[in-house]
């Protein structure tokens, strides 16, 4: 079974700036919590328990939040806070670690991945890109269907969503035969990264969900930049694909790309009104727009 997942958060986020300027994007807050959270919870929901994070020496602040607070804690033991006091140390279950490494140059999302290499071992694992948001129930998490697909085929998961024809530039596309249908997997005859708009093999894009054999590191080793002159993993797939399946998994869920900023409002706006304390009166606030 899949239990490590690699989350490459070194990027500057210069999409969400001027917020990330001086907080790493992964920290802004969508409603009362920051995004790297949902992304984190998403994993453990699928399994996995060993959380990889390939960071920057600017983003400390990711790895002090799913740390203890000690100081913090007894303050708010002191003051009897316990709601709190749970809030924050219930982060994540005490079966699940969180650890770093650090990616020394902004070589790719290709070499983000790979700068995780010995902590991988010979282990296949995820890859949760953190910018994107991806809502599902518990019970129809899309990476733990994925987690199963790959015990069962050994084939590598890609999870994808179709996207208007005109943005097929800004993603991984894939080439499959037959489209699959929401919740099932397609064998892939190809993937290409960010293809010129009427050059795309198909409208469906890689949402920045992957299920990969261990040996994708070898592949990434090997693999030359890319677009946009980068080592893109996207390439390294390709590569992949060539000698064996490897399978595009189509979502249920519902994707939110915080790294842009209108994808960040509407990520606000979906989780607020779901949230379980905030969702009511959020609801009459918006309502009382009368937009
Ligand atoms: C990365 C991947 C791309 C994927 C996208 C999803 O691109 O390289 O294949 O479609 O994430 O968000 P980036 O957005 O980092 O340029």
């Known amino acids: 079974m899949i239990k490590k997942a690699i989350l490459p958060v070194a990027g500057l986020g210069t999409r969400f700036l ?105 282990e296949d694992f995820a890859v949760l890109l953190p910018d994107v948001l991806v809502k599902n129930t518990d019970a129809d998490n899309d990476l733990n269907l994925m987690i199963q697909r790959f015990s069962l085929t050994s084939a590598a998961q890609i999870m994808v969503e179709a996207v208007p024809d005109d943005l097929v530039d800004q993603y991984g596309i894939v080439d499959v035969t037959q489209a699959p249908a929401e919740g099932e997997s397609s064998i892939m005859q190809g993937i290409v990264e960010k293809p010129a708009v009427g050059t795309a093999p198909s409208n469906l894009s890689v949402v920045g969900r992957y299920v990969l054999p261990a040996k994708i590191m070898q592949l990434l080793e090997n693999t030359p930049k890319g677009a946009g002159n980068e080592i893109q993993l996207t390439d390294a797939i390709a590569a992949l694909q060539k000698i064996e399946n490897v399978e595009a998994y189509r979502m249920k869920g519902q994707t939110f790309d915080c790294g842009s900023k209108i994808g960040y409002l509407k990520a606000v706006l979906h989780y607020g009104i779901e949230h379980p304390k905030l969702g009511d009166e959020f609801k009459q606030l918006i309502q009382a727009l009368k937009l």
Request: negative net charge; charged residues 25%; aromatic residues 4%.
């Open 18 to 122: 001027p917020a990330s300027k001086s907080i790493p994007k992964e920290m802004v807050t969508v409603v009362d919590r920051p995004a790297i959270e949902y992304v984190v919870k998403e994993a453990v929901a699928a399994g996995i328990e060993q959380i990889v994070l390939v960071t920057h020496s600017s983003k400390a602040s990711i790895e002090n939040y799913f740390d203890r607070n000690f100081e913090l804690e007894t303050t708010l033991e002191n003051k009897k806070k316990f709601d709190l006091l749970k809030e924050i140390t219930e982060i994540l279950p005490p079966n699940v670690s969180v650890i770093s490494v650090r990616q020394p140059q902004p070589l790719g999302l290709g070499h983000a991945v790979l700068c995780a290499k010995d902590i991988i071992g010979d």
